[in-house]
C-alpha cells in the first residue's frame, strides 16, 4: 500500500503564489508518473502537471507558464510551484501517483487551494 499526503494549500489573494508537496511512502516499489490534479466545486477533477520519473513533464493549457512541477525521487516527493494564481485556480488539488511495474494508481486526500479576488 502507498500513502501519499499533500501539504501546501491554503487562502492567497489573486496574483499570489503557493507550493504544494505530495510525500509517498508505504510500500513503494517504483513511482512512475506523478502527478497534480484539482477539482473545483460542481466541476470534474482535471489534470493540472504531470512528470515522469525522467522529468518529462505536462501541463494543462490553463496553467501553462504560471505553474512548476517538479519531482524529489529521491524524496519520492512532487511538487507544484504555483504563482500568479488566479481565483478560478480555486479547487482541492488531489496528487496522484503511478507505482511499480502495473502502474497501480494512488490518491492523496487533498489539499484545499482558495484564491480570493
Known amino acids: 500500500q502507498v500513502q501519499l499526503v499533500e501539504s501546501g494549500g491554503g487562502l492567497v489573494q489573486t496574483g499570489g503564489s503557493l507550493r504544494l508537496s505530495c510525500a509517498a511512502s508505504?510500500?513503494?516499489?517504483?513511482?512512475?508518473?506523478m502527478g497534480w490534479y484539482r477539482q473545483a466545486p460542481g466541476k470534474q477533477r482535471e489534470l493540472v502537471a504531470a512528470?515522469?520519473?525522467?522529468?518529462?513533464?505536462n501541463y494543462a493549457d490553463p496553467v501553462k507558464g504560471r505553474f512548476t512541477i517538479s519531482r524529489d525521487n529521491a524524496k519520492n516527493t512532487v511538487y507544484l510551484q504555483m504563482n500568479s494564481l488566479k481565483p478560478e485556480d480555486t479547487a482541492v488539488y488531489y496528487c496522484k501517483a503511478d507505482v511499480g511495474p502495473v502502474l497501480a494508481t494512488y490518491w492523496g486526500k487533498g489539499t484545499l487551494v482558495t484564491v480570493s479576488s
Open positions: 508505504g510500500s513503494i516499489f517504483a513511482i512512475n508518473t
Open positions: 512528470i515522469t520519473s525522467g522529468g518529462n513533464t
